[in-house]
C-alpha cells in the first residue's frame, strides 16, 4: 500500500517539476456524451420513419399508374409494388452492411462524428429521389427509386448511424 501511495507522489513530482499543467477535465467533455447523440438520433429517425409510410405510398402510386390500374388497392398491384420495395430495401441493405465496416475503420481513425454524419447525406439524396418520383412521375421511376436507396446503402444507411452513435 505505501508502495503505490509512493508511486503516485513520484508522479505528482513528475507532474510539477516538467512544466505542464495538468488539468482535471470533464469526462462528459472528453467523449461524446448522450447529450450531444441523442438529438442526431432522434432527427435521423424522426426523418427515416416518417419517410418509410411516404415511400411505400410512393411505390403503390407509381405502381399503378406503371400497370394502368383503376383499382390501386388490387392484388396485382400489391404485389408489384412489394417486388419494388424488395428491390428498393436490397438496394438499401446490400451496400449498407457491406460499407458498416469501412465507417467502423474510419471511425477509429477519423473520430465517430464524421462517420455519424455521412448518412445523412445519403438520407438526403434518399429523399430527393423519392421527391423527384413522386413530383414528377418519370417513367424511370425504378432506377430513380433504385439508386435513391443504393445511395443511403453507400453512405452507411441505418447500420453505420447506430454504429457510430452507440
Do not use: W
Amino acid at each position: 500500500m505505501s508502495e503505490r501511495n509512493e508511486d503516485l507522489h513520484d508522479d505528482d513530482k513528475e507532474r510539477a517539476f516538467s512544466g505542464v499543467t495538468y488539468s482535471h477535465t470533464v469526462p462528459a467533455f472528453t467523449r461524446p456524451s448522450y447529450v450531444y447523440v441523442l438529438p442526431a438520433i432522434f432527427m435521423f429517425f424522426l426523418v427515416v420513419f416518417g419517410l418509410f409510410p411516404l415511400t411505400a405510398q410512393v411505390h403503390i402510386r407509381q405502381v399503378c399508374h406503371d400497370l394502368n390500374e383503376d383499382d390501386c388497392e388490387s392484388s396485382r398491384v400489391s404485389a408489384s409494388a412489394s417486388t419494388l420495395n424488395l428491390i428498393a430495401a436490397f438496394a438499401l441493405s446490400i451496400p449498407s452492411i457491406i460499407t458498416c465496416g469501412i465507417y467502423g475503420s474510419v471511425a477509429d481513425v477519423y473520430g465517430r462524428k464524421i462517420v455519424m454524419i455521412i448518412p445523412f447525406f445519403g438520407l438526403m439524396v434518399y429523399s430527393l429521389a423519392y421527391l423527384y418520383v413522386d413530383t414528377f412521375d418519370p417513367p424511370s421511376y425504378v432506377g430513380i427509386i433504385i439508386a435513391g436507396n443504393f445511395v443511403l446503402g453507400m453512405c452507411g444507411g441505418y447500420f453505420t448511424f447506430i454504429m457510430s452513435c452507440m
